[in-house]
T-cell receptor
Framework: DQQVKQNSPSLSVQEGRISILNCDYTNSMFDYFLWYKKYPAEGPTFLISISSIKDKNEDGRFTVFLNKSAKHLSLHIVPSQPGDSAVYFCAASANSWGKLQFGSGTQVVVTP | GAVVSQHPSWVICKSGTSVKIECRSLDFQATTMFWYRQFPKQSLMLMATSNEGSKATYEQGVEKDKFLINHASLTLSTLTVTSAHPEDSSFYIC???????????FGPGTRLTVL
């Protein structure tokens, strides 16, 4: 049973524009959410996280929004750059110490 | 900082043999390490949680006798795939959590191919 879902397997965006990646979850016990970036044949790299007490967290070009009532979070990347082309995984856990449940990933392609 | 290494990065073995994968936290101590596997174009699936000095906790459906995990020190965890079969071919990734807490740091992964 997939508790974390990324319904868009791929996203193509023009360089300089905004990339919006979406993630939905079903487990109301999840309290801590993360986004990871992954290149082929490499491990995921941590991007940004948010705890349930916040609805927004920003770090440079990356902003994560959390809507607890809708059990939905999104990652905004602006402006998108060619180096952002990768697979992005959403992950959730019951707390910052807990084990992570990953979504299925969204392949982002940033075109010139 | 927060570098996690895995060795080997790739391995090809014959069916029936055992393969050991090492996961090391290079510049921090990790009381907890996690082992994941990823099939092509799929999510990372947690296999087990490894705590230093104690037995690993396996996720439902993961055979603990097939996937042996040892976490003998604060910087090293090993995953041994015993009697490997072609269906065990996958990308195995470990992660480590700093002893002080916080997010997990992932290793680069190990590609296992069983012929």
């Amino acid at each position: 049973d997939q508790q974390v879902k990324q319904n868009s397997p791929s996203l193509s965006v023009q360089e300089g524009r905004i990339s919006i990646l979406n993630c939905d979850y079903t487990n109301s016990m999840f309290d801590y959410f993360l986004w990871y970036k992954k290149y082929p044949a490499e491990g995921p790299t941590f991007l940004i996280s948010i705890s349930s007490i916040k609805d927004k967290n920003e770090d440079g070009r990356f902003t994560v929004f959390l809507n607890k009532s809708a059990k939905h979070l999104s990652l905004h990347i602006v402006p998108s750059q060619p180096g952002d082309s990768a697979v992005y995984f959403c992950a959730a856990s019951a707390n910052s110490w807990g084990k992570l449940q990953f979504g299925s990933g969204t392949q982002v392609v940033v075109t010139p | 900082g927060a570098v996690v290494s895995q060795h080997p990065s790739w391995v090809i073995c014959k069916s029936g043999t055992s393969v050991k994968i090492e996961c090391r936290s290079l510049d921090f101590q990790a009381t907890t390490m996690f082992w994941y596997r990823q099939f092509p174009k799929q999510s990372l699936m947690l296999m087990a949680t490894s705590n230093e000095g104690s037995k690993a906790t396996y996720e439902q459906g993961v055979e603990k006798d097939k996937f042996l995990i040892n976490h003998a020190s604060l910087t090293l965890s090993t995953l041994t795939v015993t009697s490997a079969h072609p269906e065990d071919s996958s990308f195995y990734i470990c992660s480590a959590r700093d002893i002080r807490g916080g997010e997990q740091f992932f290793g680069p992964g190990t590609r296992l191919t069983v012929l």
